[in-house]
């Protein structure tokens, strides 16, 4: 990234179009809104139900990625924020974990040549508006052969920016998804109290396909 160019070479999205900044000045003046200080306990909680090779989609300074890592997952984690991956890498050399952390667009996950058996994202979906949902289901298509867990933001009480009703959750994921469980949960933030914010935690499983 440069100066004259912030996002990279790639079209911002449109919470970046509304905020006028990159993802990565989340990440420049201290924590980020969504870096409390460790992994999601939802992420926690679910972890045991991940198997095999793991993507973490949008995965910021990679506090949910390196938990995996710490149970012995083979984990890669990607994101568009090259300050957050630093902040991630530096934190796994830290903690001697073997992850895996690399710059790239999650619109265009296909790009990444990978498949993984469990991708997660925890915090993305909902910063996407409806077209780049469905955008990014189809990203998701190309590096998911297990399941898909996501944790967002719900439309409950006291909800965080960008909620999402349940509908607009399993909308993108049409032929070639199933959508195994949607569960209220809540997500960490720094701007809310221990509780969090509500949330969805939905497990959405790849169809095998006929070829």
């Known amino acids: 990234m440069s100066e004259d160019d912030p996002f990279g070479g790639r079209n911002p999205t449109s919470h970046e179009r509304m905020t006028g900044l990159p993802w990565d000045a989340s990440y420049l003046e201290g924590p980020a809104p969504w870096d409390f200080g460790g992994p999601q306990p939802a992420v926690v909680r679910a972890a045991g139900s991940f198997t095999g090779t793991v993507l973490d989609a949008g995965c910021g300074s990679g506090e949910n990625a390196l938990h995996l890592a710490s149970r012995g997952l083979p984990v890669l984690g990607v994101d568009v924020a090259e300050t957050a991956l630093a902040i991630a ?74 909620p999402v009703k349940r509908e607009a959750l399993t909308k993108p994921f049409g032929a070639g998804w199933r959508v195994k469980a949607i569960v209220e949960e809540r997500v960490r933030t720094r701007f809310h109290d221990e509780e969090g914010a509500p949330a969805w935690f939905a497990t959405i499983e790849r169809e095998p396909s006929d070829e």
């Open 89 to 162: 890498r530096r934190r796994a050399s830290e903690l001697g974990l073997d992850a895996e952390f690399l710059t790239a667009d999650a619109l265009h996950l296909e790009r990444l040549g990978r498949r993984f058996d469990t991708v997660l994202d925890c915090g993305l979906f909902h910063a996407f508006d409806a077209d780049e949902r469905v955008a990014y289901a189809k990203s998701l298509e190309a590096v998911t052969k297990g399941t898909l867990y996501i944790l967002c933001f719900s439309d409950g009480e006291n909800a965080g920016p960008h």
